[in-house]
């Protein structure tokens, strides 16, 4: 089964084609950039090596997935004799709200209920649907899958989605926790419990997605359970740029005192704060942060401990609301490769029950991996996302279904 999955942002398109019969293999995959803007980037290659670059004009998603398809069975670059070949697209949705709870088919019904989030996604899911439709313009007859990023946590109790406000805010206008990251979320949870070997059923996970955004989950027997972004995007952790929880009332107070507009907060909170904000070096970059911290940058140093020290806040409170836990997960760009962030995270925590082997944290590899301790009390993994092949393999799980 041949599956096409589409990334469609605000001016990028992202793709990869998978062969699902063949080991998952990847045939083929690329990045459209700057869409619509002066010097569009065009990037693609092939599992046979083939490998372009350029800038190519491209005006709108529909000339993105025109484009992608010519790559497809271009006569140099093609991996398929004839886009009839594609079984199935699957498409990441960021926002589902509670019309959709898991991966669907894409119906005009669907369709409908992606539009209605218009308002909780402004940044994504307009164009999450015009890559939806121009799919459709381009490959008509080849069905299309959403995958939504706030599904898998759709499963979460009330006591855990519902904020401190009047309930009506909640009946009326839906204002709840939500969550994000769920297709990644899905995925290594997934992984752990089969790497894990134990019954699933009973296994008590925590994830914590820590890329450029950063979110954790509490899952118990693959179900979600609680997760730290909300409405939106925007609340948990400290992130590159976000600044994850905060007493609200500090925006009512920025407002008056610094004569703030709506859109100044929203800058502010989403594109100025988190590690960019507190570290003040221009790079929201854990990497370029780590460096600086090195180097003896006071306050780098502690805009990465404050990163750490939050994590390791909902750590705490995770394994309460599980009632215990099994397995840790660390994953996504930090997540996978900051042996520094991981070792801060859990510095110190053996006697709440995590003691890393250090020999082990320090292993780099695109491996699922161990790098708690033998007899550390729970086992903390290490698990490579894969938010393509997550989303090819939920689609293939709807159409089988
Ligand atoms: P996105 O959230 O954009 O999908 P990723 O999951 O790829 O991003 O994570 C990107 C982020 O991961 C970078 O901005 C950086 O902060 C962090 N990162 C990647 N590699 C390292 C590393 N070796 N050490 C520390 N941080 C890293």
Redesign the pocket.
């Known amino acids: 089964m041949i599956i096409l999955v589409i990334n469609a942002g605000s001016s990028s398109v992202k793709f990869t084609l998978f062969d699902m019969s063949d080991n998952k293999k990847v045939l083929a995959n690329g990045l459209i950039e700057r869409i619509g803007l002066e010097g569009t980037s065009v990037k693609y290659s092939n599992h046979k090596d083939y490998k372009y670059q350029d800038k190519v004009p491209v005006k709108n998603p529909q000339d993105a997935v025109k484009l992608v398809a010519k790559f497809l069975v271009g006569e140099e670059s093609g991996v398929l004799k004839k886009l009839e070949e594609i079984d199935a697209i699957g498409h990441r949705v960021v926002h589902g709200m509670e019309k959709i709870q898991k991966p669907e088919r894409i119906t005009e019904q669907v369709k409908e209920a992606i539009k209605e989030c218009f308002s909780v996604s402004p940044l994504h899911n307009p164009h999450n649907l015009a890559g939806v439709e121009a799919c459709e313009a381009v490959l008509p007859g080849v069905p299309n899958v959403g995958v939504f990023d706030t599904a898998f946590h759709s499963t979460m109790p009330p006591r855990a989605y519902l904020y401190g406000l009047p309930y009506n805010l909640y009946a009326e206008d839906r204002i709840r926790r939500y969550g994000f990251h769920g297709t990644s979320h899905a995925y290594v949870s997934r992984a752990a419990a089969a790497f894990d070997g134990r019954p699933p059923q009973n296994l008590r996970i925590i994830t914590c997605?820590?890329?450029?955004?950063?979110s954790m989950a509490a899952v118990k027997g693959g179900i979600c359970q609680d997760t730290s972004m909300g409405l939106t995007p925007l609340e948990g952790l400290l992130m590159?740029t976000r600044s994850g929880d905060l007493d609200p009332a500090i925006l009512l107070h920025l407002m008056k005192l610094k004569n703030l507009s709506v859109q100044d907060v929203d800058n502010l909170l989403n594109k100025q704060s988190g590690?960019l904000g507190l570290a003040g070096v221009g790079s929201?970059?854990?990497?370029?942060?780590?460096e600086a911290a090195d180097k003896g940058d006071k306050k780098c140093a502690m805009a990465l401990e404050a990163y750490a020290y939050r994590v390791r806040k909902y750590i705490g409170s995770y394994i309460a609301a599980l009632g215990g836990l099994d397995i840790l997960v660390f994953?996504?760009?930090?997540?996978?490769?900051?042996?520094?962030?991981r070792a801060a995270v859990l510095a110190d925590l053996e006697e709440v029950g995590f003691k890393l082997d250090p020999a082990r944290n320090a292993v780099r590899s695109p491996e699922i991996r161990v790098i708690s301790a033998d007899d550390s009390r729970y086992k903390v993994l290490v698990v490579p996302?894969n938010?393509e092949l997550a989303i090819a393999e939920f689609t293939q799980e709807v159409l089988a279904s």
């Open positions: 997605h820590l890329g450029n955004g950063a590159g590690v929201s970059d854990l990497r370029d942060i780590e994953t996504a760009g930090a997540g996978e490769n900051s042996v520094t962030l996302t938010e």
